[in-house]
């Protein structure tokens, strides 16, 4: 041992000292790498082919490839065959790839692939539309050689594939495949320019700087070793002509022939390629301790197996040793999907130590392409073993050895194509063969060790109960070269995963009997026994309740024949043990009881046994030691019943049942043990029951159950906790969902754009806390995220007259070095400005100033990136040419540096050092300007793609595997598939997003093999073409799902967990097979960017290629603002667009610039109108033909058009009570109609599209905007002139024209705009306004020529166009514009705005302060108000008191009549109207997202109509009722009394007794208007306003005139989210800057400069004293390293011959010199004073002898940690001596008067068990 130690110090430091003088001595060996061909002209290099050494190459480089020309020595069209080798230990990589290079147009598509995909070798050959592709082998990355041997002839079209040799066993091996395409190809172009066509073969990899446009498949390049490339080629296509009856024209045996011979090959370009097949391991071996070194090419890995070492190199004896209580388990995830492959050779190997009989000790299985599954398992003390790969189950039990006698034993299954070999504790005990044809392991993808998550399995599938958890220890866990303990230890694998609630539990711990925890009251579990006369039950206990049912029964009475008439209870009575038989169960009034008398202590272990022995003899134990018995009087036993309950039991509606809260272990009933493992599967449990060592009886003592500061509020009802995350930032379950952003431009995406200061969260749910920031956000999207500093403008660092050397800290608005790293990262681009101003100050970069960033690199440069040098030096400006910095010019004067750091390592400096220089002087000064770091975008912008039509989609290989998700979208489909990660197998997770509706995304996924799924409402529409982003994060209890601003949270239950997420991800769709059971099945037309994959951005741009159609890189919209015209909306198809015309009827065209409504006339008065005459029997098409038209109009009744023929055929579009549009027509003898209704904006003077579809003469459609109704009356004419023509429907006929006896001449004629009421009777009038884009049969009728036409044609006022004043809104504050089109002006109704004037913009007002009013009295000589109309508008920021604020007053005087307006406390409004007849209350509630004391505008609207009555408050109108009844609430006395008409703006009137308890209102009342019947009342106008009536008005109090407040910005209602941001504050807002940064200080550095070399003088030092002093100091390193490495061998080579010497604990080590004495208390546990305990009992037992019974019992103490393990073999107290002197002193390391106290403490009891 000792001579191997030196051996490798020697050898390390040769090859360390090698390596140095090597570099430093520019050593000219011979290197093995081949250089660089693409950059240098070289011959080609032809391989000779005789040496075979040669012929190999190792692919280490990330850019490693071959390359060869293969024009004439691989020919497409030549029957062809490649041979080579391989060997790697990777699952993926290249082999080879062929194509073609510079093809002719129309050449089809070429591709042959050979490569290694999961294990397996793959080829693809693909020639135009055909393309062919199989697998052969399995488990080919064993890092053995295999040979490929690729056949190809393309006249008859085969492809055979060979691997290795043709008898091998491999899968598919010798498979054959037709290329069809090829060979007709080859066919069709024989003889012709085919020839000529060039390829290339590439090995290993492909070269990235000359990327193949066409190429398919984006592979891994290969690692490992490729050589012995060997072609075979035919002369040529026609040579295949003339052997076309020949199919196999290659020999594979026949080298001699003049066809078939071995031709070199020419490397025509390679890359970082090494001769040979490099072997890391013989280069380097660092493998310690005789362990395996591996060679993996690009670094090397030991295998610690058989050391009884561990670490990377298999040196430390730090062993990682776990312990698991039955509770928990480890899984060990093998390799990701995308790697798993078949294995034949697998090691499987483990140490335990257990005392249990039953436990899970290795489970792995795999589902695809069969089932097959290992497993280890302990059944009574021995071992199972059982394996299946598919052919056959093989099954081994060792039985000769007993595995759980608490002794360290070792298995391990090695497993070789079909042996497999068990061994225990090294001995060969199994040789099996497996049966089948299938040998290969296929994990999927996971092993477990000790245990399986139940939820996850059938248990039909494992041939063991999964409930059998592993209790005791674990070590040296392989899985092949995995040290699966050391993993978990180092915690840098995340694919070692330890199951529990706690953490790991890491070295062999004593292990109680495993406990029963009972969180609630109401907690138990029931066990069946059989029916017995006898009972024997014992438990022990651990609770904090004094009262507690422990355990409970029925019981048979001989007395009574009822069953179940007594019950029986074991129970605390105020920590007494007692056991009571009870009559009732409903209360524990006694018949019998017994009692030990002896109080139990709280939270300490304590037991209790029962024994009745059939005879009515009771006998109840407390602690093994004090036992009370008696026998049953009253009553006899005849039989228990067989159902036990532990826990709250039998007993029920009573205060008195609650059940133990607390633990229970070591349960035997009727000699029968309860095994607490399999408690769920056995035995029914009722309530919260768990395993978890006893720390869980109160669930808030669960670690992380409430994570970043939220509260744990436990329930003792339920056992469940809830987390008050208030005040935290976090939401969810444990408070671990942050509700910030973690971005400035998420914070964009959710909806902020205004610049200004926010908080972010940069770790998101991560332990770093938020932070404020300032979010620069620009109108172009570029957003820039800025982090504040300490660092004052022009900090003086150099200051006059002062000398030293200082160093500065900076300190960046709560942002922690860690955090602002973070940021730097995770941004696109970062940067940070630096000014150094100076006076004769040098700033010597490197040696007297530099800085530190956040990185911790060493920041030596300014805005040059050069260390030593400034930006001027690169520009070569500086002052002094010589210098490299303008400050280091010696020149008298101001100078500065200034420039910009961009690296991300030099980006946020932290600390600044300024040493003193060599030219300092008295007046030297230099101020410091350090900029903030600013962060454009963050680099989720990047890598965006744009998928046009909806079959496309993207394969991201790498696939989501839980955790984080995010990805950004914007899109305008209704509906699409967002993404969808797949199931790679049926038993697999699967997780969908789908756009489901403009507002909303559905969520699907599976939980345990259910499936679940979440709809979330975003408060924004979806597909508008904006940016929207999905981020999904998940923990263990539950997932939370956003966009944009709204999230879900979706709550696991405890034995919830996701499906595996395995398989790809592909995002913009799926194909269509995995969505045919989908809601939504179309794919996603827009752009996606920023996929985030667990905090990892995903290049989307790499996963691009030639099958990927209809997708390109980048996002480009196509719409843009002024491209579609005519108000239509540019549809966004993201490759195209479509302009969706605002008036689809009226406008045509790809761009909706043609619009036909532009054609129009308008009429001025309702006499006018446009007649058109056409003579002849020819139909008139109006008549048959389709219709449009469009109006504007502000008339109730109007005839639009009518037309008619001789024969009395006519059709007519008229406005009906301003609702209706109606068409009328004859279909024969009757005359039928259509309405369609419109409502109100029929008159609005606002464009009315109809269209009359009449294309099915069976029907007519009639559309007006979006409405329609469908007349089913069929087009028919009359053919036959009568002066009476209807049968039916005369009266819809408005129009008549005059009907002479006689027929008149063939004609007919249209109206337009109404009649010639000379030729016809109308019963409605002609339309005042416009008539647009009449169109008849598609033909455009010209109405602007029309409207110019002669006075006989057009009749009355009409002018061309439609030119409406009201267009240009004249009409402000939302007045409803009307069009006088006769006296060309506009009149504006006011009564729906709150203001008033011509324009609605006069605002008359006057604000209140609490003591001010308006009196105004009026005359009004009406008894009786028949009608009421008040309107007013207000403003306040007061919220009412509980009285409420009362507005306005109105009293009328002859009609006993009182109305007011008050707002009351809960923002309501009250209006009342009182007679002594009647009462209208009114009281409008606003809803809770409304506050109307908000300092904005708001307005209402009272109106009475008889009792017809209208409230209508902001516009919106609310439901009203007037109540006609006698009240005594006002009198006519009582107003009489005050014989005046008065009202009151802004307060009360003391007389008013009936509103006394209302107060003055404060705030601002404005244009008040108020009508009793004929008469209007202004009193504010009145007052304020200038007017000047008979009223008289005064104003009493300080009243301020001017104008309310404006209404509050329309804000679209966002539903409440879980994510909640602070308020969006301006950077300039007070109380959000950084009002008090910490003061900078320089900070004296206590050093002397040292000035550094420089390059020049290092260069010149002699590299033989560089040498000799590095291997000095190595020598000594050395040297004092083998002297510890000695040592401690020595240590251990005594150890392992006195093993009872060593322990973990130094203080055991100690105590164990005089006497060796095995033994272990019984405990829980509590590892507090084990040893000390321990130590006292045998002081007490050995030395004072036996002591009085004691009266109160002590807690069963639990110990700590230690190497004495115990067996349990009787409840008494027992030692084994082993020293042969008796009478020598215990060795005790505890206090003197602790020991004298516990001596005379007489009660002291404890148990203790012996080891064996």
């Known amino acids: 041992m000792y001579n191997k130690y030196i051996a490798n110090v020697i050898f390390i430091i040769i090859l360390i000292a090698s390596y140095i003088c090597k570099i430093n001595g520019n050593n000219n060996n011979n290197v093995t790498e081949i250089v660089d061909t693409s950059k240098v002209v070289v011959k080609p290099n032809v391989v000779n082919t005789n040496n075979t050494t040669d012929q190999t190459y190792t692919f280490a480089k990330s850019n490693s490839f071959i390359r060869i020309n293969t024009s004439q020595s691989w020919h497409l069209f030549k029957a062809r065959e490649v041979v080579f080798h391989f060997r790697s230990d990777r699952p993926h990589g290249l082999l080879m ?69 043709k008898a091998s066993n491999h899968k598919n091996n010798g498979m054959k495949i037709s290329l069809s395409s090829l060979a007709s190809y080859v066919l069709k172009k024989s003889g012709t320019t085919a020839d000529a066509i060039g390829s290339v073969l590439f090995f290993g990899g492909l070269d990235n700087r000359n990327p193949i446009a066409h190429q398919q498949y984006s592979v891994k390049r290969f690692v490992g070793c490729i050589g012995k490339i060997q072609f075979r080629a035919i002369a040529s296509v026609n040579s295949l002509a003339n052997n076309n009856n020949n199919n196999d024209l290659i020999d594979n045996n026949n080298n001699n022939s003049a066809n078939n011979h071995l031709k070199p090959f020419v490397i025509t370009n390679s890359n970082g390629l090494q001769k040979g097949c490099v072997n890391l391991c013989k280069q380097l071996d660092l493998c310690a301790n005789s362990a395996l070194c591996i060679n993996h090419y690009q670094y090397t890995s030991c295998d610690c197996f058989g050391t009884r070492r561990e670490d990377w190199h298999c040196r430390s004896d730090n062993i990682s040793v776990l312990t698991l209580r039955g509770y928990s388990f480890v899984s060990y995830k093998v390799y990701n999907y995308k790697d798993r492959v078949h294995s034949d050779v697998n090691r499987i190997s483990l140490h335990l130590k257990t005392q249990s009989l039953n436990g899970i000790l290795v489970y792995a299985r795999g589902e695809q392409p069969i089932h097959s599954y290992i497993s280890m398992h302990l059944r009574n003390g021995v071992l199972l073993f059982s394996m299946d790969l598919g052919g056959g189950q093989i099954n081994a039990t060792i039985d000769n050895i007993v595995l759980s006698d608490d002794n360290w034993h070792n298995i391990t299954v090695r497993h070789h194509a079909h042996d497999v070999y068990l061994y225990v504790d090294e001995i060969k005990v199994r040789s099996l063969k497996i049966p089948g044809h299938e040998h290969h392991l296929h994990v999927d993808p996971e092993i477990f060790i000790g245990g399986v998550p139940s939820a996850r399995f059938q248990p039909t599938l494992i041939p063991f109960d999964i409930n059998y958890r ?6 040296f866990v392989y899985f092949n070269t995995k040290s699966i303990l050391y993993e978990l230890s180092q915690q840098s694998n995340k694919a070692a995963v330890y199951h529990s609630v706690f953490q790991p539990e890491f070295g062999c711990r004593y292990i109680d009997p495993v406990p029963i925890t009972m969180s609630t009251k109401f907690s138990h579990f029931i066990i069946g026994i059989n029916n017995s006369s006898a009972l024997k039950l014992s438990l022990e206990f651990k609770s904090e309740k004094n009262n507690a049912i422990l355990a409970s029964g029925s019981l048979s009475d001989g007395h009574n024949n009822q069953s179940s008439d007594k019950y029986w209870f074991l129970h605390l009575d105020d920590s007494e043990a007692k056991f009571t038989i009870s009559s009732s169960n409903s209360s524990l009034i006694s018949v019998w009881s017994i009692t030990t008398s002896v109080k139990h202590l709280l939270n300490y272990w304590q037991q209790i046994s029962l024994e009745s022995d059939g005879n009515g003899k009771i006998m109840i134990t407390s602690n093994y030691k004090y036992t009370k018995e008696a026998v049953v009087e009253g009553l006899s036993i005849e039989y228990f019943h067989s159902n036990v309950s532990f826990g709250a039991g039998f007993l029920v509606n009573s205060s008195a049942s609650d059940g133990i809260r607390g633990c229970l272990r070591d349960i035997t009933i009727n000699r029968m043990s309860i095994d607490p493992r399999v408690i769920y599967d056995n035995y029914a449990v009722i309530g919260k029951i768990s395993l978890d060592n006893c720390q869980l009886v109160d669930p808030c003592n669960s670690p992380n159950v409430c994570e970043n500061g939220g509260k744990c509020i436990a329930s003792i009802e339920t056992g469940q906790t809830k987390c008050d995350c208030g005040r935290t930032g976090y939401v969810g379950k444990t ?28 770790d998101q749910n991560g332990p770093l806390p938020p932070a404020h920031v300032i979010c620069s956000m620009s109108e172009n999207g570029m957003i820039e995220t800025i982090v504040e500093h300490n660092i004052r403008h022009q900090l003086v660092v150099r200051e006059r007259g002062k000398f030293g050397n200082f160093y500065l800290n900076v300190t960046y608005r709560e942002f922690t070095p860690k955090m602002l790293h973070l940021l730097i990262m995770h941004s696109k681009q970062c940067s940070q400005y630096i000014k150094y101003e100076c006076n004769s100050a040098p700033l010597g970069l490197s040696s007297y100033t530099w800085m530190q960033s956040t990185a911790g690199n060493k920041v030596t440069s300014i805005g040059s990136g050069i260390s030593g040098r400034c930006k001027c030096s690169t520009a070569e400006n500086c002052v002094d040419r ?57 680099n989720t912008r990047e890598y965006e793609i744009t998928f046009q039509t909806k079959e496309s989609y993207l394969e991201v290989l790498s696939g989501w595997e839980g955790g984080d998700l995010a990805v950004s979208f914007r899109t305008t489909a209704p509906k699409a598939v967002i993404f969808y990660q797949s199931p790679l197998h049926s038993h697999h997770g699967y997780f969908k997003a789908i756009l489901s509706d403009e507002y909303e995304i559905t969520f699907e996924f599976l939980v345990n093999n259910k499936p679940r799924s979440v709809k979330l409402v975003s408060s924004r529409r979806l597909n508008t073409g904006d940016w929207q982003q999905i981020w999904i994060d998940s923990d263990a209890h539950h997932m939370r799902f956003t966009v944009n601003l709204n999230s879900e949270l979706f709550d696991l239950e405890d034995d919830d967990e996701f499906n595996t997420f395995e398989g790809p991800l592909y995002v913009g769709g799926a194909p269509k097979h995995l969505l045919l059971n989908s809601e939504v099945r179309t794919g996603f037309i827009g752009c996606l960017r920023g996929l985030v994959l667990n905090n990892k951005v995903i290049n989307l741009n790499r996963h691009l290629h030639r099958k990927t159609t209809n997708m390109e890189k980048g996002c480009r919209p196509f719409c843009r603002p002024d ?14 667009y479509e302009c969706k015309c605002a008036n689809p009827v009226s406008q045509r065209g790809q761009h909706c610039e043609n619009d036909s409504n532009a054609n129009s006339m308008t009429f001025i008065t309702p006499s006018s109108y446009y007649q058109k005459l056409a003579e002849g029997k020819e139909v008139n098409p109006i008549l048959e033909k389709d219709i449009t038209i469009s109006f504007r109009t502000h008339m109730a009744n109007a005839l639009i058009f009518y037309a008619n023929d001789y024969m009395n055929n006519f059709v007519q579009l008229h406005i009906e009570n301003g609702t209706h549009v109606i068409f009328t027509f004859n279909t024969m003898d009757r005359v039928v109609r259509g309405a369609v209704k419109v409502d109100d904006i029929l008159t609005a003077g606002i464009p009315i599209q109809i269209k009359i579809d009449r294309s099915d003469r069976s029907k007519t459609v009639l559309m007006a905007n979006d409405a329609y109704v469908v007349i089913k009356h069929s087009i028919k004419f009359l053919t036959k002139y009568s002066q009476k023509p209807w049968k039916s429907g005369d009266e819809y006929e408005l129009v008549k024209p005059a009907r002479p006896p006689v027929p008149i001449e063939a004609h007919s004629q249209l109206f337009l705009g109404g009649v010639d009421e000379v030729g016809a009777t109308s019963q409605i009038q002609g339309i005042v306004g416009c008539l647009q884009g009449f169109m008849v049969g598609g033909k455009l009728f010209d109405l602007i020529s029309a409207a110019k036409e002669p ?25 409803a514009c009307t069009e006088d089109w006769k006296n060309n002006k506009v009149i504006c109704n006011c009564s729906m705005t709150s203001y008033g004037g011509e324009t609605c913009n006069k605002d008359v007002g006057a604000r209140f302060n609490g003591r001010s009013l308006v009196r105004y009295t009026y005359e009004q000589n009406d008894s009786i108000l028949k009608q009421v109309s008040i309107h007013l508008a207000f403003s306040t920021d007061k919220t009412p008191e509980s009285t409420g604020r009362t507005l306005l007053v109105v009293k009328h005087l002859l009609s006993s009549t009182l109305i007011h307006i008050t707002l009351m406390a809960d923002h309501s409004l009250l209006i009342e109207e009182i007679t002594n007849s009647s009462k209208f209350i009114g009281r409008v509630s606003i809803s809770d997202e409304i506050i109307i004391a908000d300092g904005s505008r708001h307005w209402l609207l009272y109106t009475r109509k008889d009792s017809i009555v209208q409230l209508v408050v902001d516009s919106e109108i609310y439901d009203t009722s007037y109540e006609t009844k006698t009240t005594s609430a006002v009198s006519g006395e009582s107003l009489q009394a005050n014989d005046e008409n008065l009202v009151i703006v802004g307060a009360i009137h003391q007389k008013l007794a009936q509103i006394y308890n209302f107060t003055n209102f404060i705030g601002c009342v404005s244009n008040v208007l108020i009508e009793l019947n004929e008469l209007k009342l202004e009193p504010l106008e009145s007052a304020f306003g200038g007017r000047t009536d008979l009223s008289s008005v005064r104003v009493e109090g300080d009243i301020k005139q001017g104008l309310c407040a404006e209404f509050k910005e329309h804000i679209p209602v966002i539903s409440s989210p879980v994510i909640e941001l602070p308020e969006v504050n301006n950077i300039e807002t007070e109380n959000e800057l950084w009002l008090s940064p910490p003061e900078p200080k320089l900070i004296t550095f206590l050093t002397k400069p040292f000035v550094l070399k420089s390059s020049e003088q290092i260069n010149k030092t002699p590299i033989y004293i560089v040498c000799s002093t590095f291997l000095a100091i190595v020598f000594i390193i050395c040297f004092i390293y083998m002297w510890h490495l000695q040592r401690n061998y020595r240590i251990r080579q005594f150890q392992g011959e006195t093993p009872f010497f060593h322990s973990h604990s130094k203080h055991s080590r100690n105590s164990s010199r005089n006497r060796d004495v095995k033994f272990h208390m019984i405990s ?33 103490k639990e110990p700590k940690a230690v190497d004495f393990y115990a067996q349990k073999t009787s409840p008494r107290i027992r030692f084994i001596d082993q020293m042969s002197d008796q009478s020598q002193d215990i060795n005790c390391d505890i206090n003197q008067k602790e020991l004298e106290q516990q001596e005379s403490d007489q009660t002291l009891t404890s148990r203790v068990r012996f080891a064996d």
């Open 1724 to 1756: 829980n546990g509590n590892n507090s004073d084990s040893e000390a305990a321990v130590k006292l009992l045998q002081h007490q037992e050995l030395i004072n002898g036996n002591s009085s019974p004691p009266q109160e019992s002590f807690p069963l």
């Open 1123 to 1136: 491209l579609c015209k005519n108000g239509a909306t540019c549809v966004e198809l993201w490759g195209s």
């Open 97 to 165: 790839y062929h194509t073609v290079v510079n093809p002719v147009q129309g050449f089809p598509v070429y591709e042959l692939y050979v490569m290694l995909e999961n294990g397996r070798l793959k080829i693809v050959h693909e020639f135009g539309a055909e393309q062919k592709f199989f697998f052969m082998g399995q488990g080919l990355n064993h890092d053995i050689y295999h040979t490929v041997r690729i056949t190809i002839n393309p006249l008859n079209g085969t492809l055979m594939a060979m691997l290795d040799k």
């Open 470 to 475: 592993f209790v005791g220890c674990l070590k």
């Open 735 to 762: 408070c671990h969902f942050s509700i910030f952003k973690r971005t400035c431009e998420e914070l964009y995406l959710a909806g902020y754009h205004k610049t200004g200061i926010y908080i972010i969260d940069i």
């Open 882 to 938: 010589s210098k490299h910095c303008n400050c280091d010019s010696e020149t008298i004067g101001w100078k500065h540096d200034e420039g910009f750091f961009t690296n991300p390592k030099d980006v946020g400096i932290t600390r600044m050092f300024f040493l003193q220089t060599k030219t300092h002087i008295k007046d030297s000064e230099a101020h410091l300007i350090l900029g903030n770091v600013s962060c454009i975008n963050s």
């Open 1351 to 1375: 006075s006989t044609v057009a009749i009355g006022q009409i002018r061309p166009g439609c030119t409406m004043m009201c267009d240009r809104i004249p009409c402000l504050n939302g007045g």
